[in-house]
């Protein structure tokens, strides 16, 4: 009876963390088709409810009652896995985020290599979507995609070894509370900028939209998807975003810490400091998205690994020896 | 206890079925698909016995990286293709004997593993490594790699290092005659360099020298 209701438990916790995550997940849709609708002058999705709110569960409706054609000589069981995949990936991930100091689903020491593990395992559900489809076009995309993706990672990866070089912990929380006195955003400024960009490689967004390049390749690997099975894409692709823009704020930005110590700022609960940062980092992503043109391919990879790459590393280098130098390691040799 | 147990033997029966049906399943894909299952279920059992940062690496490094690596190359192969070509034809005899030969030595291999099995209590007392439950489990890793076994840990790293190098020696060709793009030169472009105003003298034209 006792393991009963602790299971009982963990599975309110769980739904109590999912079903926010999911109605932002289809909030953000929106938003993002309003900022850049704003960005070129256009109304954006305004019919659907005030402000055109509901737009999103217009959309969700009309996916659920879609037809799903499955293509006769797809691999059948990979195909319906792929966008499943996807999906479960964007959504576990978020088991390790704290939004306050005892507000986290799973207080893990490695956490951030969680976190890391699982967006670098976002990858899968691409590649097994692409390939299940047996067609060209999304066979193209995928390759394209993973080929990105693994690219990008490896940036990502050296960019939080420099964080974590400043925290001396995997954990979440110890990272939020290392930038209690200043967030790492001032001292690792360039480390945050490469972040972003690898970030918007990474989750496939515009300028790095090739896998989906509709002038190239259809629809990328998305093109023989339909109804629901295309939305969990697209809705695994979202929360994807989210997910890089809740581990930027986490490792940059402050995490659910208050910008400044004042008891004004303090009053405003912790989980919501955390829900402005991922606003506002995602607001970035969408003005991004009106803003930049497509990048080409080679110049994509260019700058992942030569530019970034490099870079990272050097930086890496840099805090390693400033933080020595001044015998600030956070850890005692 | 018994939830443990529960676990332990959910996450070992998919390893050990996955890895099996890695070698059993007819698509050279789906194998691919199994093995990375099996990575996945082997690093929830690192997890639970505690190495989390090494069942962390396993994902990051097998799954994330790797096994991508295989699908790509298994996917753009066509493998089953060759691999019904190579049984059929009179030429594949050399590959047989060969690939018998890697599995026979693994073979033994795992054998002889299973049999020092017996000498793992001595093994475990000779080590001076402490295993502490203060420390977390990539603190007390880091404080040996980077202590005593730091030269080893170099030398790995060293030659992971020469086999890259060494795979981008041998796929680097440099052709004669091949056209590239530089950014520099093209954002550095002026107008004056592309566009010239030429005062065309008439019925003799000018020569255009490209």
Not at chain 1, 47 to 59: I, K, T
Not at chain 1, 232 to 259: D, K, Q, R, V
Not at chain 2, 154 to 168: C, D, P, W
Not at chain 2, 195 to 204: F, S
Request: charged share 10%; aromatic share 14%; glycine share 6%.
């Amino acid at each position: 009876m006792n393991s009963f209701s602790i299971l009982f438990n963990e599975v309110y916790k769980i739904l109590f963390l999912l079903i926010p995550v999911l109605v932002t997940v289809a909030m953000i849709v929106w938003l993002d088709r309003r900022v850049w609708a704003f960005v070129q002058k256009r109304r954006g999705p305004n019919v659907v409810g005030p402000f055109g709110l509901l737009q999103s569960l217009a959309d969700a409706l009309k996916y659920i009652f879609k037809e799903i054609i499955i293509p006769a000589s797809s691999n059948k069981v990979i195909f319906i896995l792929a966008p499943i995949t996807t999906m479960t990936l964007a959504l576990i991930a978020w088991a390790v985020i704290p939004f306050g100091e005892n507000l986290v689903l799973a207080d893990i020491n490695v956490g951030i290599l969680y976190l890391f593990a699982v967006s670098s395992l976002g990858v899968y559900g691409i590649i097994m979507g692409g390939w299940a489809s047996n067609s060209k076009y999304p066979f193209l995309g995928a390759i394209r995609s993973a080929a990105q993706m693994v690219s990008y990672e490896v940036s990502i990866g050296v960019i939080i070894i420099n964080v974590l070089l400043c925290v001396g912990s995997l954990n979440l929380n110890d990272i939020v509370l290392a930038q209690k006195n200043m967030w790492f955003v001032v001292p690792l400024f360039p480390m945050f900028v490469i972040f972003f960009i690898s970030a918007l490689a990474e989750t496939n967004r515009p300028p790095f939209d090739l896998p989906e390049a509709e002038a190239e390749l259809v629809a990328g690997y998305q093109t023989e998807y339909s109804g629901m099975m295309y939305a969990m894409f697209w809705l695994g692709e979202y929360a994807n975003i989210l997910l890089m823009c809740a581990m930027g704020s986490i490792l940059f930005l402050g995490g659910w810490l208050a910008p400044l110590e004042i008891e004004v700022l303090s009053f405003i609960p912790a989980p919501f400091w955390l829900i402005f940062k991922i606003l506002f980092l995602f607001i970035l992503f969408a003005l991004v998205k009106a803003i930049v043109p497509r990048y080409r391919y080679d110049q994509l990879m260019k700058l992942g690994w030569k530019i970034f790459l490099p870079l990272s590393i050097i930086w890496v280098v840099i805090t390693a020896g400033y933080l020595l130098y001044f015998n600030l390691l956070p850890v005692q040799l | 206890m018994i939830a443990h147990a529960v676990f332990f033997y959910l996450f070992a029966f998919i390893a050990i079925v996955s890895a099996i049906m890695v070698t059993a399943a007819r698509n050279t894909v789906h194998s691919v698909f199994f093995l990375i299952l099996d990575f996945i279920s082997i690093s929830c059992l690192f997890i639970m016995i505690g190495a989390e940062f090494l069942g962390m690496i396993m994902l990051i490094v097998y799954v994330g990286a790797v096994a991508v690596l295989f699908l790509f190359v298994v996917m753009m192969l066509n493998v089953a293709q060759q691999k019904n070509q190579w049984f059929a034809s009179s030429k594949s005899s050399s590959h047989i004997p060969a690939g018998l030969l890697v599995s026979l030595i693994i073979f033994f291999e795992l054998i002889i593993v299973i049999g020092g099995w017996k000498y793992k209590p001595d093994l475990l007392n000779s080590s001076t490594i402490l295993i502490s439950n203060t420390t977390t489990n990539t603190h007390s890793l880091g404080n040996v790699l980077y202590t005593d076994y730091i030269h080893l840990f170099q030398i790995s790293g060293m030659i992971l290092l020469v086999a890259m190098i060494g795979a981008i020696v041998l796929t680097f060709r440099q052709r004669a005659g091949l056209k590239k793009q530089s950014y520099i030169k093209q954002i550095s472009r002026e107008r004056a360099d592309g566009v010239e105003v030429v005062n065309v003298p008439k019925n003799k034209g000018v020569k255009i020298d490209v």
